[in-house]
């Protein structure tokens, strides 16, 4: 079993990770946005079930803006493998992001709901 705390203390977590995260954050247990870093027309046409905000990498600095107001809370960030997401993850850091932790694998690995 998981400890939703825990998780959102590492730097990478995996699929079933994030589907046990979400589940708890739907039953109100525990906090944290979900950030999809892709482009939108990957994002229009295959995203995780609980995005919350999508901040395109290409256009990241632009974006970021829109969740500033977040930077203590918990920010789980994905893209497609992996890579654009730990790239964030690292960008966000550096500006100040208390807790950024990327989806290992990306939405690729992910076997939870998807819309």
């Not at 959102?8 to 954050?25: F, V």
């Not at 990957?42 to 969740?67: H, M, T």
């Not at 809370?73 to 990327?102: D, T, W, Y």
């Amino acid at each position: 079993m998981y400890k939703s705390q825990e998780l959102l203390q590492k730097n990478e977590i995996n699929g079933k990770e994030l589907e046990y995260l979400l589940l708890e954050r739907k039953n109100e247990r525990v906090d944290f946005l979900l950030l999809d870093v892709r482009e939108k027309y990957e994002y229009n046409e295959k995203r995780i079930a609980g995005v919350d905000y999508l901040v395109p990498l290409s256009d990241f600095f632009n974006k970021i803006s829109e969740i500033e107001e977040f930077k203590s809370k918990p920010i789980i960030v994905k893209c497609k493998l992996g890579g654009r997401s730990a790239q964030a993850q690292q960008h966000m850091m550096s500006m100040g992001f208390e807790k950024v932790v990327n989806l290992a694998g990306g939405i690729t690995h992910y076997e939870g709901e998807t819309i």
